[in-house]
């Protein structure tokens, strides 16, 4: 059974400083690890994909990496409309089925 | 441009009743998923759509749930005989290619039954 979880739940950053979302998880023949970003009341927005180990992504003020056993997405001074909840999802090998975390809520304060 | 669009929004059911929740995925994208959400959770994985064809079916809860894709655009999700387990939010997403890439997904429906 996949497992992808999230940590921490819940961050809470002063606008400016910098931090890192961890997912960490379990897959037999990873196709892509994903990262989404999702606000209160509408449905995930696509992030990244990532494919395999040392693989890294950047967009704006975010950068995904990727090991054998996690992923991280690092969030560089970042600002309030960065406020949302951060999803990690895994997809196996042959299948389409997607595996979602549970999310880290990230709060950022002006 | 047009995103992926569902309806209705929000759905109040009594417990015992059926529902239909319809999903119009960005047009010409192959691939169609749908997702139930429960509060505070990730979306969890229901059935997957690559145009007509349902080649995964295997989240669905029960055979209460029941997907289709007819011509391979308009999806629908119809749960029969609701019960309060099934209160949650369904998503619906699509993606331009085969598989569970960079998934568009549309505001989704809250369903609360009663």
């Known amino acids: 059974e996949d497992q992808v979880t999230q940590s921490p739940e819940a961050l809470r950053l002063q606008e400016g400083e910098s931090s890192s979302l961890n997912c960490s998880y379990t897959?037999?023949?990873?196709?892509?690890l994903f990262w989404y970003r999702q606000d209160p009341g509408k449905g995930p927005e696509f992030l990244f994909t990532?494919?395999?180990a040392g693989e890294e992504k950047e967009k704006e003020r975010l950068k995904a990496t990727l090991t054998k056993k996690e992923s991280f997405l690092h969030i560089t001074a970042p600002k309030p409309e960065d406020s949302a909840t951060y999803l990690c999802a895994v997809a196996r090998g042959g299948y389409q089925k997607v595996t979602f975390g549970t999310g880290t809520k990230l709060q950022v304060i002006p | 441009g047009a995103g992926v669009s569902q309806s209705p929004r929000y759905k109040v059911a009594k417990r015992g009743q059926d529902v239909a929740l319809r999903c119009d995925p960005i047009?010409?994208?192959?691939?169609l998923f749908w997702y139930q959400q429960a509060l505070g959770q990730g979306p969890e994985f229901l059935t997957y759509?690559?145009?007509?064809?349902?080649?995964?079916k295997s989240g669905l809860p029960s055979d209460r749930f029941f997907a289709e894709r007819p011509e391979g655009s308009v999806s629908t999700l119809k749960i029969q005989r609701t019960q309060q387990e099934d209160s949650a939010v369904y998503l619906c997403?699509?993606?331009?290619?085969?598989?569970?890439?960079?998934?568009?997904f549309g505001p989704g429906t809250r369903l609360t039954v009663t």
């Open positions: 759509f690559q145009n007509e064809a349902q080649l995964d």
């Open positions: 047009s010409g994208h192959v691939s």
């Open positions: 990532l494919y395999s």
């Open positions: 897959v037999s023949g990873l196709r892509g």
């Open positions: 997403a699509s993606s331009l290619t085969e598989g569970p890439y960079e998934q568009y």
